[in-house]
């Protein structure tokens, strides 16, 4: 069955990776008359991030997670152990509220709060992103799920979203113990869904 699912991700990153590829090759002609100046800026935009030619090489069509890659950026994020540098990195704007690790941490430690990505890894919004479907349940009580949990691709990391992570934090602790970041208004909130399992 894994492998079946493994055929399947693969086949839809090939899929996802072959539309922006073609997307990427077609461009408009440039007149004939146009300068060596744009030219040059024509080759430039159609070389890759790191210096290779065309789509294949370009960063911004990253290879999509794996359940159990977006569960290590969970793992992190809730990880008291984990260093406030590595943490950061694993919620899109982390850096601007380090007080929600804190809070994620110390749920999990108080309430034996559980997070598990399950699959599928689907394509997201954007090229940049995903969406997954995320359990998660704290002892005693019924458990949850969160459906469309976007993780996005920054920095060179599979980070998840702002918003998700408010989502994820507001279900899991008491009201006073949201973050700030999470009831300023400043979070755009996604339509996802959450309902009891």
Not at 93 to 122: C, I, N, R
Not at 156 to 165: C, D
Request: glycine letters at 8%; proline letters at 6%.
């Amino acid at each position: 069955m894994n492998a079946q699912l493994g055929r399947r991700i693969s086949a839809a990153a090939l899929a996802t990776a072959a539309g922006l590829a073609l997307a990427a090759c077609s461009s408009d002609e440039e007149e004939n008359n146009a300068t060596d100046s744009a030219a040059t800026t024509q080759a430039e935009s159609a070389e890759g991030t790191d210096g290779s030619a065309g789509a294949e090489g370009d960063s911004a069509t990253p290879e999509q997670p794996t359940a159990a890659d977006l569960n290590a950026v969970l793992a992190t994020a809730t990880d008291p152990a984990a260093s406030e540098e590595d943490k950061v990195a694993t919620v899109q704007g982390g850096e601007t509220a380090p007080e929600l690790f804190e809070t994620m941490a110390a749920s999990k430690a108080e309430t034996g709060a559980t997070f598990e990505v399950v699959d599928p890894v689907l394509p997201g919004y954007a090229p940049q992103s995903v969406l997954a479907t995320v359990n998660f349940s704290v002892p005693e009580e019924p458990g949850q799920t969160a459906d469309n949990v976007e993780f996005v691709y920054e920095d060179g990391k599979w980070k998840l979203s702002q918003s998700w992570a408010c989502t994820l934090i507001t279900n899991t602790v008491a009201p006073e113990q949201v973050p700030a970041m999470c009831t300023d208004g400043s979070v755009e909130n996604n339509d996802g869904a959450v309902s009891e399992q």
